[in-house]
């Protein structure tokens, strides 16, 4: 365990880093009534559209999950672990890439002209929508493609020694299962929804297609009212609670299909139909997910030409960034990795980081100009959404450390530091370097609170992709959104890699 | 008869052969040290296995492409023999009805009859959570009842039962087997329960599952192979 001292300056440090900026938020906001028509428009769209993106993403998951789990094909493998991939992707790169597949001059528009088809638009409620299903369905699929995997083997050869139609197998094996999982699903896509910013900001936008996240940028941003900024921030933050609260009690067993792969023996489906079904959403899940990214590459390598100082300084910002979130979410999360730092760490999931940057904004303006504070900040409220995860990772690897050998340390007589050195650290290499991974991915591919307070000398990556498309210097854009990709898959390959090379067994 | 004919099955561990033709009404065990292909020969037996080679047939009638569903067989697993969310009524309703409706009041009353033989009388409607592992082991033989097939295997049911419980639930598989007048095909890991229960021993071991001999002659004088997993065993 680590020394008792560090553990409690870290949790004291989490605590007023999240409640102090909720707490200067739920100050300065007079109440609901600083709130216009607009706003409460927003509010209705947010719950609208996250209702949809869920709906959408599980109902489709459990065709691909089912096919994915039961169908051995070439490149199944490769596949699964592509469905882990959206969570570090940056969110601005995948809106280049449904763009360069769903937008005015994209494929599905052509193949659609060609075949005199009406024209579809990507902006408004349908493309934020889409967005977060491609985002979460490879999510959902992997929740209730990991509870396939583990179903007993005994119960499809009891239901095929049985004979069980395909009716009777459905509702034995299959729908009980599928209403275990799916509300957990359902719940945990609707609250990652709630909090959208990005995607919003990129796809959305207008009075009709306006999250809360983003009335709260374009309150601080544009009309620079800050009460009305704190009062939308207390309403995401109330959603965030409750659905958090929810999600918390409906999805406490459903887990986040980490792991688990095991192609399952299944003696009903064996009919042409069925394969035939089967093979159509593997290839449609998969064109899906890989041709937005496809596009991203191969639209990508010519803008690399194209890239301009500016957005060299913008990637050297992001990865300091990167790292120095990286660094803070480590050493927050090696004191803290038990279960009472674990519970601690948990409202970091329902504070979004708009409200987060709200909050540290309204603090910083009383000492400094806060933009120019915009790079710590980021780092800084990176490293605090990242930190549920990195405990999610960690705390499991430190508990059995302590399990396994708490007992030889104390018969060893074994100082702090020692324990630290030889024992803990070693044997948390693994776990330590892909949790390192996820926060240096998730912090460079950021595109939230830096946009809160970034002026134009201090842009990251993603803020300057996003600088780009605004400009409709695409070509640029999509040469930044490369370097972008590179970097953060390169980031977080890196960390994760580090961690496995010569790691404890 | 149950006849193996130059059956050769797909092991990770290489093939498994099996030559040998088992006799209804009788009981047979399968003995050998672990990753032998114990299982793995059940398993070709029910259909769970493709036959790489050789015939599985059943009175005649050749069985090696026939579907699990279509064989002349009920099966018990270790583990994970009834689903856990329906209750027993239910679990034993899939026997009688593989389209998975409701038992109406004709099958409900065999359910009950079957749970009755063996010993769980008003048990209908409990779920498996709420049985103890010997209620559990009773109730899926009780399903082995309804479904009324010739040929009954068991990949070691009972291994997690305590001895007194073990024989017990031997005991009323033979029952339920000399009812059916079936024959009974079980893989053990426990000598023991071989010598007690089965009338004619398989030994399988360096990929090949041997000829069956008699129960008290196989104890009698163990093979070579057996001795020495017995030996390593202890």
Not at chain 1, 40 to 48: K, S
Not at chain 1, 475 to 497: C, H, I, N, V
Request: with cysteine; net charge positive; hydrophobic share 55%.
């Amino acid at each position: 365990m680590a020394p008792r001292a560090l553990a409690i300056t870290a949790a004291l440090a989490l605590a007023a880093l999240t409640l102090g900026p909720v707490g200067v938020v739920l100050a300065r906001a007079g109440g609901f009534g600083a709130l216009g028509p607009g706003d409460w428009q927003a509010l209705r769209f947010t719950l609208w559209q996250a209702f949809l993106s869920a709906s959408v993403s599980v109902v489709l998951a459990v065709p691909v999950a089912k096919a994915l789990a039961r169908r051995r094909f070439v490149g199944r493998g490769l596949l699964v672990t592509l469905l882990g991939a959206p969570f570090i992707l940056p969110v601005i790169v995948a809106v280049m890439g449904l763009i360069a597949v769903f937008g005015q001059a994209g494929l599905v528009n052509r193949l659609l002209g060609a075949l005199g088809g009406p024209n579809l638009d990507i902006y408004g409620l349908h493309g934020v929508v889409l967005a977060h299903v491609f985002f979460n369905l490879p999510l959902a699929v992997r929740m209730l493609f990991s509870a396939w995997a583990a179903v007993p083997a005994e119960h499809f050869r009891l239901a095929a020694s049985l004979g069980l139609s395909p009716r009777a197998q459905w509702r034995v094996i299959d729908a009980p299962l599928i209403l275990r999982v799916l509300p957990g699903a359902f719940t945990v896509i609707f609250v990652i929804c709630l909090t959208s910013f990005a995607v919003a900001l990129t796809l959305g936008g207008g009075p009709r297609a306006t999250t809360v996240e983003l009335a709260i940028y374009q309150a601080m941003r544009f009309d620079f009212d800050l009460g009305r900024a704190a009062a939308l921030a207390v309403m995401q933050l109330v959603l965030a609670l409750a659905a958090g609260l929810v999600a918390l009690r409906v999805a406490g067993q459903a887990g986040f299909g980490a792991g688990r792969d095991r192609i399952l023996s299944r003696w009903d489906g064996q009919g042409a139909l069925a394969r035939g079904w089967d093979a159509a959403w593997i290839v449609a899940a998969a064109l899906f997910l890989l041709v937005p990214l496809a596009a991203v590459v191969l639209r990508g390598l010519p803008g690399l030409f194209l890239i301009t100082p500016d957005t060299l300084r913008a990637a050297g910002h992001s990865l300091m960034v990167a790292l120095g979130s990286t660094a803070l979410c480590m050493a927050w999360a090696l004191p803290l990795s038990t279960r009472r730092g674990e519970l601690l760490a948990l409202p970091a999931i329902a504070i979004s980081p708009l409200v987060l940057g709200a909050g540290l904004f309204l603090i910083l303006r009383n000492f400094v100009n806060p933009f120019d504070m915009a790079l710590p900040v980021t780092g800084l409220v990176n490293a605090l959404m990242a930190l549920p995860f990195a405990l999610r990772i960690l705390r499991p690897e430190a508990e059995a450390v302590t399990r396994d050998y708490g007992r030889l340390r104390a018969s060893l007589r074994m100082t702090s530091l020692a324990w630290l050195r030889l024992v803990w650290l070693p044997r948390l290499r693994r776990p330590m370097g892909f949790a390192a991974g996820l926060t240096a991915a998730l912090a460079m591919g950021d595109l939230g609170v830096i946009a809160l307070f970034a002026d134009p000398d201090r842009a990251t990556l993603p803020l300057q992709v996003y600088r780009l498309m605004g400009s409709y210097q695409m070509e640029a854009a999509a040469g930044a959104a490369l370097l972008l990709l590179f970097t953060s898959l390169g980031l977080f390959w890196l960390f994760d890699r580090g961690g496995r090379l010569g790691a404890e067994t | 008869m149950l006849k193996l004919e130059d059956l050769e099955v797909t092991m990770d561990s290489g093939m498994l052969r099996a030559n040998m033709a088992l006799v209804p009404g009788r009981r047979v065990a399968l003995v050998g040290p672990s990753g032998a292909g114990k299982s793995t020969l059940l398993d070709a037996i029910a259909g769970f296995r493709e036959a790489a080679g050789g015939r599985v047939t059943w009175q005649g009638r050749d069985l090696t492409h026939v579907p699990p569903q279509a064989r002349p067989v009920s099966i018990l697993f270790q583990d994970s023999n009834l689903f856990p969310h329906l209750t027993l009524e239910r679990n034993l309703g899939l026997a009688l009805h593989p389209d998975g409706r409701r038992p109406d009041a004709e099958a409900r009353a065999r359910i009950e009859g079957a749970l009755r033989r063996v010993g769980l009388d008003g048990m209908a409607g409990r779920k498996p959570g709420t049985l103890s592992g010997g209620q559990k082991g009773r109730a899926a033989l009780a399903r082995v009842l309804l479904m009324a097939r010739p040929v009954i295997l068991l990949d070691e049911p009972f291994a997690a039962l305590g001895p007194a419980l073990k024989r017990e639930m031997l005991d009323l598989v033979r029952e339920v087997a000399d009812s059916l007048a079936a024959l009974v095909v079980m893989v053990t890991h426990d000598p023991r329960d071989a010598e007690g229960f089965a009338h004619e021993v398989v030994l399988v071991a360096e990929g090949r599952a041997q000829a069956p001999v008699a129960s008290d002659a196989f104890f009698a004088d163990p093979p070579q192979a057996f001795r020495d997993y017995i030996g390593a065993a202890g």
